[in-house]
T-cell receptor, first 112, second 112 residues
Framework: KAGVTQTPRYLIKTRGQQVTLSCSPI?????VSWYQQTPGQGLQFLFE???????NKGNFPGRFSGRQFSNSRSEMNVSTLELGDSALYLC???????????FGEGSRLTVL | AQSVTQLDSQVPVFEEAPVELRCNYS??????LFWYVQYPNQGLQLLLK??????LVKGINGFEAEFNKSQTSFHLRKPSVHISDTAEYFC??????????FGGGTRVLVKP
């Protein structure tokens, strides 16, 4: 069974640009969560989607948005990038229930 | 609201010595508890989980953790570490319907 796939793995953007990150969950998993990981703030929850509906949302500005498609694949978008958005963005999928998350390897975003 | 505190940000340990990583959680309701490991430049991998039942939980790579409800703790232990255990370890908690909340992480450096 293939794991969680995130693309791209690495990307460099400049301030003011926007970025879209993609996540393909494990087959059969309908829940997708996104986390931002930085050295200073650790792992911070962005949002969770289940069956195309946002179920939980973290404390991030509106520049951060996401969506989930009918095949459970998910995308997150960050508009008007700031230097502080530089981070590893992790996607995780799960089956409904106990909350065990399966993580992808992440997309490392650098904002210059 | 739930929170997770990892009491040690870094733990240096010699190879073949035991290690204990401390984790405390706070929640007004019952939670599921997890330990994840992150190797350099990778996503998070589940080590073990406590959902219910026996308070001593065994995981992969020789790790185990004990759930202590009265002390609201879920400490992770390994009796003899290897160089390959050098990584960052995250404790996490989840209440029903809520997001998974992570602690700040503990970096384990195994020295030869």
């Amino acid at each position: 069974k293939a794991g969680v796939t995130q693309t791209p793995r690495y990307l460099i953007k400049t301030r003011g640009q926007q970025v879209t990150l993609s996540c393909s969950p494990i087959s059969g998993h309908r829940s997708v969560s996104w986390y931002q990981q930085t050295p200073g703030q650790g792992l911070q929850f962005l949002f969770e989607y289940f069956s195309e509906t946002q179920r939980n949302k973290g404390n991030f500005p509106g520049r951060f948005s996401g969506r989930q498609f009918s095949n459970s694949r998910s995308e997150m978008n960050v508009s008007t990038l700031e230097l502080g958005d530089s981070a590893l963005y992790l996607c995780a999928s799960s089956q409904q229930g106990t909350g065990e998350l399966f993580f992808g390897e992440g997309s490392r975003l650098t904002v210059l | 609201a739930q929170s997770v505190t990892q009491l040690d940000s870094q733990v240096p340990v010699f190879e073949e010595a035991p290690v204990e990583l401390r984790c405390n959680y706070s929640s007004s309701v019952s939670v599921y508890l997890f330990w994840y490991v992150q190797y350099p430049n990778q996503g998070l991998q589940l080590l073990l989980k406590y959902l219910s039942g026996s308070t001593l939980v065994k995981g992969i790579n020789g790790f185990e953790a004990e759930f202590n409800k009265s002390q609201t703790s879920f400490h992770l232990r390994k009796p003899s570490v290897h160089i390959s255990d050098t990584a960052e370890y995250f404790c996490a908690a989840k209440a029903a319907g809520n997001k998974l909340t992570f602690g700040g992480g503990t970096r384990v450096l195994v020295k030869p």
